[in-house]
C-alpha cells in the first residue's frame, strides 16, 4: 500500500507497507504514482484502495485499467462525466461504491481551504465526493424502486430544449411507465444497476454527450435546456426492457 503526502494535490508519498512482515518500507523516490518505482509495487498489487489526487484522477484511473487492476478509489463525483471516464461508467466497467456524498477527511495543518478544527486537528468536508470502483458489488444488482408515473404527471417531467429527453430532476422522480431517454442528475450514479437501466449519455462531459437522441462522441451539446433555462450536469438514461 502507497500512503499519500499530507500535501493536497502533491505526490509526496514515502512510504510502502510490506504486507509480508507487517514493516513500512522507505520508498527511494518521493512516491508519485508514475514513477517506476512505485509502477513496480502497483505490479504487486492484488487490489489498490487509495484517495488519489482528484486533479490527477484522469491520469490515476487511466493507469490502473492500464495494468488491470481492481480498485477502490475516492473522486469527486463530477469525474464521472469527464471524457476519459463517462466511457468507463457507460461500458460498466467503472461503478459506484457504498459511501457518496458529503464526506469529512483530516486535513493537513497547512492545508489552504476552508477547514474546522477538532480534538486539536484540521478537517475538511467535501460535499460531491464519491467511491469509485471495478468490484462487482451486490448493490450494483439492485433494482432501484420506483413509484412515480409519467402518465399521471406528464407536466412534472418538461421536454428538453435541445434534447429528444425528459427531464427528471430528482432520483426520486424517475418514472416506472417510461422508456424513452432521461436526464438525471448524477447522484443517480450511486443507485445505478445495469440490468435496469443503460447509460446513454452525460451532459458536460468535455466535448462528449448525448444529442439529438443518438450518441455522439464528438458534438454533444454540452449543457440541457428547459425553457431556456440550464440545469446542473445530467447523465442520460433509459429503461431496459425485460
Not at 502507497?2 to 493536497?8: A, C, Q, V
Amino acid at each position: 500500500m502507497i500512503y499519500e503526502g499530507e500535501k493536497p494535490g502533491t505526490l509526496s508519498a514515502i512510504e510502502r507497507e510490506d504486507v509480508s512482515n507487517g514493516r513500512k518500507v522507505k520508498l527511494k523516490g518521493n512516491g508519485d504514482f508514475r514513477s517506476d518505482e512505485c509502477i513496480r509495487f502497483l505490479k504487486e498489487a492484488d487490489i489498490v484502495v487509495t484517495n488519489p489526487p482528484f486533479s490527477l484522477f484522469r491520469e490515476y484511473v487511466a493507469q490502473l485499467m492500464a495494468y488491470e487492476k481492481k480498485f477502490v478509489i475516492i473522486g469527486n463525483q463530477n469525474a464521472l462525466t469527464y471524457k476519459e471516464i463517462f466511457p468507463l461508467i457507460k461500458d460498466n466497467k467503472i461503478r459506484c461504491g457504498y459511501i457518496s456524498g458529503s464526506r469529512t477527511f483530516l486535513a493537513p495543518d497547512d492545508y489552504p481551504g476552508n477547514c474546522f478544527e477538532k480534538d486539536g486537528r484540521k478537517w475538511v468536508t467535501m460535499g460531491n465526493t464519491c467511491w469509485f470502483t471495478n468490484l462487482d458489488l451486490a448493490k450494483s444488482h439492485e433494482p432501484l424502486a420506483l413509484t412515480e408515473e409519467y402518465n399521471l404527471h406528464p407536466e412534472h417531467y418538461p421536454k428538453y430544449d435541445n434534447y429528444d429527453a425528459i427531464e427528471v430532476p430528482k432520483v426520486s422522480l424517475i418514472p416506472k411507465d417510461y422508456f424513452g431517454v432521461m436526464g438525471v442528475p448524477i447522484t443517480f450514479f450511486d443507485k445505478y444497476c445495469s440490468e435496469q437501466f443503460e447509460v446513454v449519455g452525460a451532459s458536460e462531459s468535455e466535448g462528449v454527450g448525448f444529442s439529438n437522441g443518438l450518441w455522439n462522441e464528438t458534438s454533444g451539446i454540452s449543457q440541457p435546456l428547459v425553457n431556456g433555462a440550464r440545469t446542473y450536469k445530467r447523465l442520460f438514461i433509459r429503461r431496459q426492457r425485460t
